[in-house]
């Protein structure tokens, strides 16, 4: 192969990886936007503000639960035609949020774009390391994930100032028409691959009974319950340094979701080069440290922003590695599958961290305890990934010196 036709084809991957990158950007920024939107929300459809805080509880179930199953019922299909099915699906489902006048019609809206969005990134992950190819599959995933952590720093305040100046709706539309574009781009660019094909349905679901697989998962959901506890109640852990200035929140969510997607970036690349299990250890263990060195800084506003700032790499680095590692253990036609898994663990992370710092914040009254709470479960995800890694190596070199060893039998015969 000749050097123009190795810079060609790295040129076509990495084009075609950044498009699925702007759908992933559509994807976060729905699951971000309406958080900023609930107090117009709540207003429009003339229900409380839990009621239109279920929009986004709604989304993420939905999301969690109908990426496996979709996932497993779209396998044969071409990931061309999968891919622009879920973020046409994300596209109209937004479209009759915007629209829609009545809270159920709205409720099922956001099931319909959650479904759509599992669909879309499992099979953006499985296809942009396909793209990619082996030795830089770390990479492809990280560029894949970036559109998400992007959609912190650009599409859910972008989409705030939408909303702030035109009504919710128009930010609402704002994502429909993101979603949209990037369904005809991908029809056009996006080659007719085909990863699934000639599996059954029972072969799809086979990763689910793998201890591997399993073990990922539960890592993946530990690791995103204490990333999220102290994101999602950022204004209450660092009330003393704010002070009740939205200016301050809003710069410490601005320089949270920018180094997400510097760590988020360079974890992949950290993962093609010394491997995603390592980098997960690294990164969860991080996020613990950074977590505890939060508690005696919170009401000063420079060192939680340099603490926000390092909380944003290490939580950022931890999805992209993962989704590598259990592509590892999927066998040829579980690959969306066990991407989907993945991400449908993060997000009930994200669902869990919600409720479990309620139940702290309401039966202690202190928002500085999520912070050791938060460090518990990650360093649980770091202790967890090393633990279960020396223990499979270690059954592993058990294994082979097994049948390096003749057995007793073996050698009375001889």
Do not use: C
């Amino acid at each position: 192969m000749t050097e123009r036709e190795r810079t060609s084809g790295e040129d076509r991957w990495r084009a075609r990886t950044l498009v699925l990158a702007l759908g992933t950007f559509a994807v976060g920024t729905d699951g971000f936007i309406v958080v900023g939107l609930l107090p117009e929300i709540h207003e429009t459809l003339h229900v409380s503000t839990a009621a239109a805080g279920q929009l986004v509880s709604v989304f993420a179930v939905a999301y969690a639960l109908m990426g496996p199953i979709l996932a497993a019922l779209t396998g044969r299909w071409p990931r061309r035609r999968v891919l622009v099915a879920g973020v046409a699906l994300l596209a109209a489902g937004n479209a009759v949020t915007a629209s829609a006048h009545d809270y159920g019609l709205v409720l099922a809206s956001r099931v319909l774009a959650g479904s759509g969005a599992a669909l879309f990134v499992a099979s953006a992950v499985a296809t942009a390391a396909h793209l990619a190819g082996d030795r830089r599959r770390g990479s492809a995933i990280a560029m894949v994930t970036a559109g998400a952590t992007l959609s912190l720093v650009l599409g859910a305040p972008l989409g705030t100032l939408i909303g702030g100046a035109w009504g919710w709706q128009k930010a609402i539309w704002f994502v429909a028409a993101v979603a949209g574009a990037v369904a005809v781009v991908l029809a056009v660019l996006l080659p007719p691959i085909r990863l699934d094909q000639g599996a059954t349905l029972r072969r799809r679901l086979a990763p689910l009974t793998d201890g591997r697989v399993i073990r990922v998962l539960v890592v993946t959901l530990l690791a995103f319950v204490g990333i999220f506890l102290p994101f999602t109640y950022m204004s209450a852990v660092f009330a003393p340094a704010v002070g009740g200035e939205q200016s301050r929140l809003a710069l410490l969510l601005l320089v949270f979701g920018a180094a997400a997607t510097a760590g988020n970036l360079t974890a992949g690349s950290f993962a093609d080069r010394y491997g995603p299990r390592r980098v997960v250890i690294g990164a969860t263990a991080g996020a613990a440290a950074v977590f505890l060195m939060m508690l005696p800084i919170r009401d000063a506003f420079v060192p939680v922003v340099i603490a926000e700032a390092l909380s944003g790499v290490v939580s950022y680095s931890v999805i992209g590695p993962q989704q590598h590692r259990i592509m590892a253990y999927a066998p040829p036609e579980g690959a969306s599958l066990v991407t989907s898994l993945n991400t449908s663990a993060g997000y009930l992370g994200n669902f869990s961290a919600s409720i479990i710092g309620a139940v702290v914040l309401t039966t202690t009254g202190s928002p500085a305890l999520l912070l050791p709470v938060a460090a518990a479960f990650t360093a649980l995800a770091a202790f967890l990934t090393w633990w279960l890694s020396r223990r499979q190596a270690h059954a592993a070199l058990t294994r082979r010196d097994r049948r390096r060893v003749p057995s007793a039998a073996a050698r009375r015969g001889a």
